[in-house]
């Protein structure tokens, strides 16, 4: 018995992206300075998995701004001057003992969704919302892996996704 699933591919009736960047893909990352201390290991998780996907160095440029707030208006920024495949949003909004958390985590992820649906440009989010520090930090490249390379292995395969759309005429 075949999975439905393979029929489907075998067919030519499933598109997915490749874990390859197209040859010239132009990445941008918006990397946030405060917390930096947790960004800084984002950065280096998504220009990682970049390199390794083979996303070429000179096409990817990186934007800091100073907090997550900032990071949804040059995302759409960049998404609207036509020069990058895709973006990588990367940050850490980390809870406190106020509401503020709720607030910025909330429309960080808003902004950023608003962004890449209004641009068409692929937006990957590796924006940490955590508890507390040490959740941060296990996202960050230690106990629960580097979710900035997440990010930035999702960029990618939208960006292979978005070349397989254009050649099936979607």
């Known amino acids: ?12 009736r499933q598109l997915e992206g490749a874990l390859v960047a197209p ?42 701004v100073p907090g997550s707030w900032e990071v949804p208006l040059v995302c759409s920024r960049l ?13 850490a909004v980390i809870r406190g003992g106020t509401p503020h958390f709720d607030y910025v985590a909330t429309e960080v992820a808003k902004g950023v969704a608003s962004a890449a649906l209004a641009s068409g440009v692929p937006i990957s989010f590796g924006v940490l919302t955590t508890d507390s520090i040490e959740q941060a930090i296990d996202r960050a490249g230690t106990k629960s892996g580097n979710k900035g ?6 960029a990618v395969e939208m ?7 254009s050649e099936a005429g979607l």
């Open 1 to 12: 018995m075949t999975d439905i699933h393979d029929d489907y591919a075998q067919a030519g």
């Open 23 to 64: 040859q010239g893909a132009r990445f941008a990352i918006v990397a946030s300075r405060f917390n930096n201390f947790i960004v800084e290991r984002l950065i280096d998780g998504a220009l990682d998995a970049l390199t390794r996907h083979g996303a070429q160095r000179d096409l990817v440029t990186l934007v800091r």
């Open 79 to 91: 998404a609207k001057s036509g020069k990058f495949d895709a973006i990588v949003a990367l940050s």
């Open 149 to 154: 390379s997440d990010a930035a292995v999702a």
């Open 159 to 165: 960006v292979s996704l978005a070349s397989r759309l």
